[in-house]
């Protein structure tokens, strides 16, 4: 079964990152004054081990072949997600994130399928891979910010390079795809401090996206909970990823890749 960014997912997590402005914009005009703000730090690091489920679709130049029932794509497959913020000022971020994705797969396939130019028939047994490696750089501006968590708005640009390959294990034929492209991205992040006057319980999320017209569109989400001790943070939540992303010529060829999945996370703030 595919697993879509549904509008329910989007809802729930635009819902977290609006739910509080009048608690947040409290916080903001007593920020001065409160001791014990963690909004203030300079450098932020977050580490993930992001377990992600894959959907959707392939295609070049060919049939789309589906990574699951076609590919028998390898599930809950454990993927690094590195996060770097940096705070010139109390309301500025410079964001950086990205994270190295690959999966593999092993199936005998139930009907002929084309992949750049090479057709495999029924009954062939096919061994694939396929890596994402992906970076995202950007500037964000909290409008809202203070002891109780902060609300900002971000633009940047996506870096994604992908690469994928087919091989035919009884005839030895091989194809492969390699594609890079970049990205325009915009969107929100929230962080709420629910208790007041203390940190130890942390709520955060965010979404962040862009259609691109006849060539599809690119939607992230996330939204993760936890613990605070110091300047450590213990993160658990889910991330999820939507790439329908294509170009529209006569030979059609893209994307419609979704990746979700848990995400188990540590953050460090200096």
């Given at each position: 079964?595919?697993?879509?960014?549904?509008?329910?997912?989007?809802?729930?997590?635009?819902a977290?990152?609006?739910?509080?402005?009048?608690?947040?914009?409290a916080?903001?005009?007593?920020?001065?004054?409160t001791?014990?703000?963690?909004?203030?730090?300079?450098?932020?690091?977050t580490?993930?081990?992001?377990?992600?489920?894959?959907?959707?679709?392939?295609?070049?130049?060919?049939?789309?072949?589906?990574?699951?029932t076609?590919?028998g794509?390898?599930?809950?497959?454990?993927?690094?997600?590195?996060?770097?913020?940096?705070?010139?000022?109390?309301?500025?971020?410079?964001?950086?994130?990205?994270?190295?994705?690959?999966v593999?797969?092993y199936?005998?396939?139930?009907?002929s399928?084309?992949?750049?130019?090479?057709?495999?028939?029924?009954?062939?047994?096919?061994?694939?891979?396929?890596?994402l490696?992906?970076?995202?750089?950007?500037?964000q501006?909290?409008?809202l910010?203070?002891?109780?968590?902060?609300?900002?708005?971000?633009?940047?640009g996506?870096?994604?390079?992908?690469?994928?390959?087919?091989?035919?294990?009884?005839?030895?034929?091989?194809?492969?795809?390699?594609?890079?492209?970049?990205?325009?991205?915009?969107?929100a992040?929230?962080?709420?401090f629910p208790?007041?006057?203390?940190?130890?319980i942390?709520?955060?999320?965010g979404?962040?996206?862009?259609?691109?017209?006849?060539?599809?569109?690119?939607?992230?989400?996330?939204?993760?909970?936890?613990?605070?001790?110091?300047?450590?943070?213990?993160?658990?939540?889910?991330?999820?990823?939507?790439?329908?992303?294509?170009?529209?010529?006569?030979?059609?060829?893209?994307?419609?890749?979704?990746?979700?999945?848990?995400?188990f996370?540590?953050?460090?703030?200096?």
């Open positions: 079964m595919a697993h879509r960014i549904t509008p329910r997912v989007c809802a729930a997590v635009c977290f990152a609006f739910l509080f402005p009048a608690a947040l914009t916080a903001d005009s007593a920020s001065a004054t001791s014990e703000n963690p909004e203030n730090f300079r450098l932020e690091i580490g993930s081990a992001w377990l992600v489920n894959t959907s959707g679709t392939i295609q070049s130049s060919g049939t789309p072949i589906n990574l699951v076609d590919l794509a390898a599930q809950q497959q454990p993927t690094f997600f590195g996060r770097f913020v940096f705070k010139p000022k109390q309301k500025q971020r410079i964001v950086i994130e990205g994270f190295p994705f690959s593999t797969g199936n005998t396939v139930n009907r399928i084309t992949y750049h130019g090479q057709t495999f028939n029924v009954s062939q047994t096919l061994q694939s891979s396929a890596d490696d992906y970076l995202f750089a950007g500037y501006y909290d409008v910010s203070g002891p109780m968590g902060h609300l900002g708005f971000s633009v940047g996506a870096w994604a390079s992908a690469n994928g390959t087919l091989h035919g294990v009884e005839t030895g034929i091989t194809s492969s795809r390699s594609e890079t492209v970049g990205l325009p991205l915009a969107g992040e929230f962080r709420i208790i007041p006057h203390h940190r130890l942390d709520i955060e999320g979404v962040r996206g862009m259609a691109v017209g006849s060539y599809g569109h690119y939607l992230e989400a996330s939204a993760n909970g936890g613990i605070c001790v110091g300047p450590v943070t213990i993160l658990a939540g889910y991330r999820t990823v939507n790439a329908d992303l294509h170009n529209a010529s006569s030979s059609p060829s893209g994307i419609d890749v979704h990746l979700t999945g848990p995400a996370s540590a953050m460090w703030r200096w």
